[in-house]
């Protein structure tokens, strides 16, 4: 059975959507397939990677949209095959800002009805981020993917509400080492502790691992392995904490580093082992 994985971040800057593309790539190496969705409309940092064909195609910007419209178009949302098993749903076709600056403004359109009616339905046993991560994965044709990758934008946004939904399978939440990144982060996790009916599964990672200053480094990721809010963590299905060592080569964004990486590498293993806390924490669900 499909499961949903959401890799978010309260800052930027702080490896999210290069650990998302490296964890995939390492499970697509084992035989899982995967599908990732360019969720981060604003900064869609994954969709640069999809060498788009000429033609008719239907971007998943365009989609949302015709779903807050309601007039969904009758045409498979484009996605393109980025390695053996590792499929790409970009959000636009990023050669042309143009067109894509256009349809953000008529996405904007919508976003404050979105949120209005989210606020109303706080109480209930689904949520409007609920709704619309349903119709999302109904729509992608995922009956042949084990696990699909959401890259969410950072923040708090109408957009991003798919973070609060009840029906995320795993919720990857990465911070960088400093204080402002954990506290905004912890808040994150205090909205989602708010929400009775399902304790959120949380896997939270660091990244990158300075190589100095210990002692600050012990204080960082004891608040972030909240062990001093052991009500919050409580209220959390948690599944671990888990750092990710700094890497030279992670610098440039090279979307093509996990290849050359040597099976020892320090980055890769803890990649490596990312990915097998994620398969151990729902393959009791499959």
């Known amino acids: 059975m499909m499961k949903t994985v959401l890799f978010y971040s309260f800052k930027g800057g702080v490896g999210r959507t290069q650990t998302l593309f490296n964890v995939a790539k390492c499970l697509a190496e084992k035989g899982k397939r995967l599908l990732i969705v360019d969720f981060d409309l604003y900064a ?72 209005s009616e989210s606020d109303k339905r706080v109480d209930q046993n ?28 950072t923040g708090i946004t109408e957009v991003s509400d798919i973070l609060f939904s009840y029906r995320v399978d795993l919720k990857v939440i990465i911070s960088s080492y400093n204080q402002q990144n954990i506290d905004g982060t912890n808040a994150i996790l205090q909205i989602l502790s708010r929400q009775k009916i399902y304790n959120h599964k949380i896997l939270r990672l660091l990244s990158p691992k300075p190589e100095k ?39 440039v964004n090279d979307v093509n580093v996990w290849e050359r990486l040597d099976n020892k590498n320090s ?20």
């Not at 609920?130 to 990758?149: C, E, S």
């Not at 209220?235 to 610098?251: R, S």
Request: glycine share 2%; net charge negative; charged share 30%.
């Open 126 to 153: 689904t949520t409007v981020a609920d709704d619309i991560l349903d119709i999302i994965v109904y729509n992608l044709n995922t009956l042949d993917y084990d696990y699909i990758f959401f890259d969410a934008r």
């Open 213 to 251: 200053k210990r002692q600050e480094l012990k204080k960082c990721k004891a608040r972030a392995n909240l062990d001093d809010n052991p009500d919050l963590k409580e209220k959390l299905d948690w599944v671990d904490l888990m750092e990710i060592p700094y890497e030279n080569e992670l610098v």
């Open 44 to 115: 869609p940092g994954l969709s640069y990677l999809a060498n788009s064909t000429e033609g008719n195609n239907y971007y998943f910007l365009e989609f949302l949209i015709d779903i807050f419209k309601g007039s969904k178009k009758e045409q498979d949302i484009y996605k393109q095959e980025i390695v053996d098993n590792l499929y790409l749903i970009p959000a636009f076709d990023m050669r042309d800002l143009m067109p894509y600056n256009k349809l953000l403004t008529e996405l904007s359109k919508y976003l404050y009805s979105i949120k």
């Open 267 to 286: 980055y890769k293993l803890a990649i490596n082992d990312i990915a097998q806390t994620i398969e151990a924490s729902l393959e009791d669900e499959f």
